[in-house]
């Protein structure tokens, strides 16, 4: 199961802003660790959209619960799961 996980920012984008530092850096250890393909801010900078690998949802809650966004109660997250029954060659 693939996960979209659309975040909304909870507080104003300046304080969001002070803990982006280690929410990035979270980011790189997911996508270093595979567990994450894609991840950016929305073009309304309400939030982010990040896009799991196949994972199962118990792993990407417990993924979800580390992110210094959510520790820092910043942004909410909605996580979206789907089968990705056709994809691009080599995903």
């Known amino acids: 199961m693939f996960h979209v996980l659309n975040l909304t920012y909870t507080q104003p984008i300046e304080i969001v802003d002070k803990v982006r530092p280690a929410h990035i850096e979270w980011i790189e250890q997911q996508i270093a660790a595979g567990r994450m393909l894609l991840a950016g801010r929305k073009e309304s900078?309400?939030?982010?959209?990040?896009?799991?690998?196949?994972?199962?949802?118990?792993?990407?809650?417990?993924?979800?619960?580390?992110?210094?966004?959510?520790?820092?109660?910043?942004?909410?997250?909605?996580?979206?799961?789907?089968?990705a029954n056709l994809r691009a060659p080599g995903l």
């Not at 900078?45 to 820092?72: K, N, Q, S, W």
């Open 45 to 83: 900078a309400t939030g982010g959209v990040l896009i799991t690998t196949d994972l199962p949802t118990e792993e990407v809650d417990a993924m979800v619960a580390t992110d210094p966004y959510r520790l820092a109660d910043v942004a909410e997250y909605e996580r979206i799961g789907f089968a």
